[in-house]
């Protein structure tokens, strides 16, 4: 079974009731406060569920993750959640782990029901940097977004709160000098530019592919993207359904952001709503359940 939201069981993010939300939930305090605490309060929660189950959890850690969750899941032989996108070399090159380097005792996945799926994600967001955080981030030392945005992002192409980077701000120095910011003083900025300019580049070359990102390699595309998930060490390679999709036409025409399961913190009628444009009957017998039986022998998966 799935521990959601495995770090909760650590520590929670506490916000005060009075604080409003265009602060954005920032303005809050750990609880339990003292991070020595973490580590034997999160084991203590986790203890009573294997103590209560014959069933083999697996946690989602994902987002801020304390260091001791990692030693936790290690002690009690859980495994975590590693996905693809995020799977990187975070704090240096930022490029993407190859699957010999995943972790062992991790669920791989490509997606998961609170983000785009591969096309939606490779179609809207790779290469672009998230619009409310990069104001954020900025309006803390007080830049004006007005008086950047179209030195830094190519605003024509940015859609879906999503900025998509010039090409020719190539560089954290030509990125930094537009903000006229030392990079001593502008870390989480200069994170957030290294993560996301030429995130479509670091990708195709994860897959394999060669020269520039291309859309005439769909379906391909997809197959690399799962080849590579399941040739992961990780222990479980588990993929949405609408992923598995993606590797030939049943998808088409299609809105990708159309396919995404939840928006977390958002109350809408789409949430939780989707529905495949088939039944399972015709699921059946489509020829790409030939594909992924071949994917799936192909890494010794099955």
């Known amino acids: 079974f799935r521990i959601d939201h495995l770090v909760g069981l650590f520590r929670i993010w506490t916000i005060p009731k009075a604080e409003p939300p265009e602060s954005g939930g920032l303005n809050g305090v750990f609880d339990p406060p003292e991070e020595w605490r973490w580590e034997e309060h999160g084991r203590k929660i986790i203890r009573v569920m294997l103590e209560n189950t014959v069933m083999l959890p697996c946690a989602e850690d994902l987002g801020v993750v304390p260091e001791c969750s990692y ?11 590693d996905i693809q996108r995020w799977a990187r070399d975070w704090g240096a090159s930022y490029n993407f782990k190859p699957p010999d380097e995943i972790r062992a005792n991790s669920v791989m996945t490509l997606s998961t029901h609170d983000m785009m799926p591969l096309t939606g994600w490779w179609q809207d967001e790779a290469g672009t940097a998230d619009e409310e955080l990069f104001k954020r981030l900025i309006a803390d030392k007080d830049i004006d977004f007005e008086q950047v945005k179209d030195k830094l992002f190519d605003m024509p192409q940015s859609k879906h709160k999503r900025l998509r980077w010039k090409s020719e701000i190539s560089s954290e120095d030509l990125f930094l000098g537009i903000l006229d910011l030392q990079k001593k003083d502008a870390w989480q900025l200069v994170d957030l530019y290294k993560s996301s300019y030429g995130e479509k580049e670091k990708f195709w070359r994860f897959l394999g592919f060669k020269g ?54 958002t109350v809408s009628p789409e949430n939780w709503s989707f529905l495949f444009p088939m039944p399972l009957e015709e699921m059946k017998q489509l020829k790409l359940n030939k594909m992924i039986r071949e994917l799936c022998r192909q890494t010794s998966r099955c």
């Open 71 to 81: 030693r936790t899941l290690g002690y009690y032989h859980l495994p975590g959640t």
């Open 212 to 265: 520039a990102p291309s859309e005439g390699y769909k379906y391909l595309f997809a197959k690399q993207a799962l080849l590579q998930a399941h040739a992961s060490a990780s222990i479980f390679s588990i993929q949405l359904l609408q992923d598995w999709l993606s590797l030939d036409a049943p998808l088409d025409g299609l809105d990708p952001r159309a396919l995404r399961i939840n928006y977390p913190g």
